[in-house]
C-alpha cells in the first residue's frame, strides 16, 4: 500500500499542484487549510509524512510543528517544513523542533517527490522491526512468518498477522480504527461496519494470544495499541 501524505497548506493552487504530482506517484493524499484541521486530521488519519506550510492561518505552523512532536501519538510522523525564501530563522527553529527536512518556495514538484521519497525511506529504516520479537510467553518470527506462546505454535491468519505487525511498529502509539482499517484493509474512509472488521480480529486474535492478550491495549473510543511486558 502507498504512504499517505497530508498536506497543510492554505493557498489552493498549491494545494491542487502537490496533490496532482503526488497522486501521480502513487501516494494517497489528504490536505488541511489551517494548522487546527492539521492537528485533527494528524490525529484522526495518522498519515505517513505531513508537508507543513510554515505561514497558516490561525495555528503557524511552527506551533503545529511542535504541537505533533511532543505528542507521542504523532510524534513519529515525520515532517517536511514548506517555507518561504526570507524565512530562514524559521527553518532552523522548525528543524530544532524536530522537522525532517524542509523545502523552500518556489520548488519544482521534481525536487519534493525526492525529497519525501527520501524522508520516507529513512522513517522506514527507523521503524524497521527486528527478524524475531520476544516479551513474556510470546515470540513473533518475522521472517517466518510465525507466532508462539509458551513455545506453542499458535495459527493466526494473514490479516490477524499483520495487525499484530501494524501494531507492533507503532512502538507503543495508540493506532485508531481507522488507521487500521486503512493499513491493512485498505479502506480509506470507514463506515461503523467497517470498524466492528477491526474490533472482531482483535477479539479473535487476543483468544488466540490467551496469556499474551493482554499486550494488545483498547484505548476506549478510539483505537488499540501494542504494550509489550516489562523484562
Known amino acids: 500500500m502507498k504512504?499517505?501524505?497530508?498536506?497543510?497548506?492554505?493557498?489552493?493552487?498549491?494545494?491542487?499542484?502537490?496533490?496532482?504530482?503526488?497522486?501521480?506517484?502513487?501516494?494517497?493524499?489528504?490536505?488541511?487549510?489551517?494548522?487546527?484541521?492539521?492537528?485533527?486530521?494528524?490525529?484522526?488519519?495518522?498519515?505517513d509524512l505531513i508537508l507543513l506550510d510554515l505561514m497558516l492561518p490561525g495555528i503557524d505552523g511552527l506551533e503545529v510543528c511542535k504541537t505533533l512532536k511532543k505528542d507521542p501519538k504523532t510524534a513519529s510522523i515525520p515532517i517536511i517544513m514548506l517555507t518561504a525564501k526570507g524565512q530562514e530563522s524559521d527553518k532552523v527553529v522548525g528543524l530544532e523542533l524536530g522537522a525532517d527536512d524542509y523545502v523552500t518556495k518556489p520548488f519544482?514538484?521534481?525536487?519534493?517527490?525526492?525529497?519525501?521519497?527520501a524522508v520516507l525511506r529513512r522513517a522506514t529504516e527507523k521503524e524497521k522491526l527486528p527478524e524475531v520479537f520476544e516479551s513474556g510467553d510470546l515470540r513473533i518470527d518475522f521472517a517466518r512468518i510465525s507466532v508462539t506462546v509458551?513455545?506453542?505454535?499458535?495459527?493466526?491468519?494473514?490479516?490477524?498477522?499483520?495487525l499484530l505487525k501494524t501494531l507492533l511498529k507503532a512502538k507503543g502509539r495508540?493506532?485508531?480504527?481507522?488507521?487500521?482499517?486503512?493499513?491493512?484493509?485498505?479502506?480509506d474512509h470507514a463506515m461503523e461496519i467497517q470498524t466492528r472488521t477491526v474490533d472482531v480480529h482483535v477479539r479473535t486474535l487476543r483468544k488466540k494470544l490467551k496469556s499474551a492478550?493482554?499486550?494488545?491495549?483498547?484505548?476506549?473510543?478510539?483505537?488499540?495499541?501494542f504494550e509489550a511486558e516489562e523484562e
Not at 492478550?213 to 495499541?225: D, E, L, P, Q, S
Open 3 to 47: 504512504e499517505k501524505i497530508l498536506i497543510v497548506e492554505d493557498e489552493k493552487d498549491i494545494i491542487k499542484m502537490i496533490e496532482y504530482n503526488l497522486k501521480k506517484e502513487g501516494f494517497k493524499v489528504i490536505d488541511a487549510r489551517d494548522g487546527e484541521d492539521a492537528l485533527d486530521l494528524a490525529l484522526r488519519q495518522y498519515p
Open 108 to 117: 519544482s514538484p521534481r525536487e519534493l517527490i525526492a525529497r519525501i521519497k
Open 150 to 162: 509458551k513455545e506453542k505454535a499458535v495459527t493466526i491468519t494473514a490479516k490477524e498477522f499483520e
Open 174 to 187: 495508540v493506532l485508531s480504527r481507522d488507521y487500521l482499517l486503512d493499513s491493512i484493509w485498505g479502506y
Open 213 to 225: 492478550a493482554k499486550m494488545i491495549v483498547t484505548v476506549k473510543n478510539y483505537g488499540y495499541r
